[in-house]
């Protein structure tokens, strides 16, 4: 098979001088299946960017070498020349949807390539079919889940059957369900003759999918070649996170093992009901000081639904929220920030300052006197000192999400709730976030983590809560996952 992509010396830094790539060379075969993966801020999405004519044309900045795309140079081609060939499914889900409804977003490229409306129809269902959406077409994309928006980004993008198809962290905020759902349909996709390139952090269990795959460090290839020769360096590189030993704790949601500990959190009876849907269910829970608690369940299960709950962002049909004794019904976010502090799944929809110093201190000269000496030991926590002077939006999205959580975090509110904070991260800063809560947990701070990522739940949290269509269907200690 001939090459379809090939990849000279490329070396890139964007606007503003960080340099992401510094060199790189590869070709992508026709009909490869192609894993890329890396730590944080490595280049891979650069990749993504160079193949698909982003790079150059649209986030500017100094590029060097060249991308040839079936025989031509990516610099000769609009991005509207490359888009029928090469199809990019982005990391940030909420940047590629913007129609009124799902069935519109996969009708939006087709339309734009000028299909006949009995065609645009048939590709629609074909592909709803291939990954199970049918239920989704007629709702708002802005409704959907974390997991539903990312597999209606990717049948947008499938829709048009491109000759490449690039998908960015496309297993980011998917359950174990959607995972595999995903990974049967590139593995049908791929059988079908598509060239795959897989741009992701979760490595371990999904790379024996590609025939091949490359390892970006630093913005060069440090490994190129048959997945299973990878598992060494990914180990050395940390790709693959090793979690501490969590501290043994009577987490469990007893009074009786917290007849001498103050409830911080309590929900009694709550309903939610949106857009005529009927979310949450009956949902009681008391939440101790403390306590380390984790958040599980499929897509749309109601976990960041109910988590909206607890800072006033949504308010309930019906039931009952205290924390510390303070019933927070009717209470306006602003007021319960300092209490409970939220990450959300998206961290753009929590920066509104250019830099990142400027992002951290926003909340900290709220609520805090002597925040210069705690700022200092934020950055340190997360390891952020060589970002402060860079635009929160510009980050990594692995990044922007520890941004998003230090922000948070700096407030030192009671109650810390993470809303998939895995999503997005390498090993390295998976571990590293384990630490920091393990930390955070020995030193009494409450926290709940809301997320698909099974190992990590184990890893932070002593009790799980897992929803179910809305209802709780267990509390109590971790389920085994070995």
């Known amino acids: 098979m001939g090459a379809c992509i090939q990849v000279n ?102 339309e734009s390539l000028g ?43 499938l829709c048009i059957k491109p000759s490449v198809l690039i998908l960015d962290e496309p297993y980011a905020n998917l359950d174990q369900q959607g995972i595999s759902k995903v990974s049967r349909s590139l593995k049908k996709i791929h059988a079908s003759g598509l060239t795959i390139v897989l741009i992701e952090q979760r490595v371990d269990g999904y790379l024996k999918d590609a025939s091949r795959c490359i390892v970006v460090e630093q913005g060069k290839i440090i490994f190129d070649g048959k997945p299973g020769n990878a598992q060494k360096i990914l180990v050395s590189q940390g790709l693959i996170p090793k979690y501490p030993k969590r501290t043994p704790k009577n987490d469990f949601p007893t009074r ?30 008391d939440i101790f000081k403390g306590q380390s608690v984790a958040l599980l369940g499929k897509n749309g299960s109601g976990k960041t639904t109910l988590i909206k709950h607890l800072n006033g962002l949504y308010q309930p049909k019906q039931g009952k929220i205290n924390f510390n004794g303070q019933c927070l019904i009717g209470k306006d976010p602003s007021q319960i920030a300092a209490m409970v502090g939220i990450s959300f799944q998206n961290p753009n929809d929590q920066f509104f300052q250019n830099r990142v110093e400027d992002e951290l201190n926003t909340g900290l ?43 948070i975090l700096a407030m030192k509110p009671q ?68």
């Open 9 to 110: 010396n490329a070396q890139y830094a964007y606007p503003g001088g960080r340099q992401a790539l510094k060199g790189v060379d590869f070709t992508i075969t026709k009909g490869e299946f192609l894993f890329v993966c890396g730590a944080n801020g490595s280049g891979k999405s650069t990749i993504g960017y160079l193949l698909n004519g982003l790079i150059p044309h649209f986030f500017g900045g100094s590029f060097k070498g060249s991308v040839i795309v079936f025989g031509s140079d990516t610099r000769k081609m609009s991005i509207s020349k490359l888009f029928p060939h090469v199809g990019l499914v982005l990391q940030n889900a909420d940047a590629q949807l913007f129609n009124s409804s799902v069935e519109d977003e996969l009708a939006f490229g087709l």
């Open 115 to 157: 299909l006949a409306p009995k065609h645009i129809e048939d590709r629609i269902v074909e592909t709803a079919k291939m990954l199970d959406i049918e239920h989704l077409l007629k709702r708002p994309p802005d409704k959907l889940s974390g997991g539903e928006k990312r597999i209606a980004g990717i049948a947008s993008i």
């Open 256 to 285: 009786t093992l917290y007849r001498n500990s103050e409830i911080l959190l309590s929900v009694n009876q709550l309903y939610c009901d949106l857009n005529g849907k009927n979310i949450l269910k009956n949902i009681s829970f």
């Open 365 to 407: 000269r709220m609520v805090r006197k002597d925040y210069q000496g705690w700022l200092e030991q934020i950055c340190h926590l997360f390891q952020l000192q060589g970002l402060l002077r860079s635009s929160p939006f510009k980050l990594s999205e692995g990044e922007k999400k520890r941004v998003a959580i230090a922000s």
């Open 415 to 482: 109650l810390l709730i993470l809303d998939e904070p895995t999503a997005g991260q390498d090993g390295r800063s998976k571990q590293m976030l384990a630490k920091i809560l393990e930390k955070l947990s020995q030193e009494g701070l409450t926290t709940i983590v809301a997320t698909h990522d099974l190992e990590f739940a184990q890893a932070v949290a002593n009790r799980w809560i897992i929803l179910d269509q809305g209802k709780i269907v267990k509390d109590g200690p971790p389920v085994s996952i070995g």
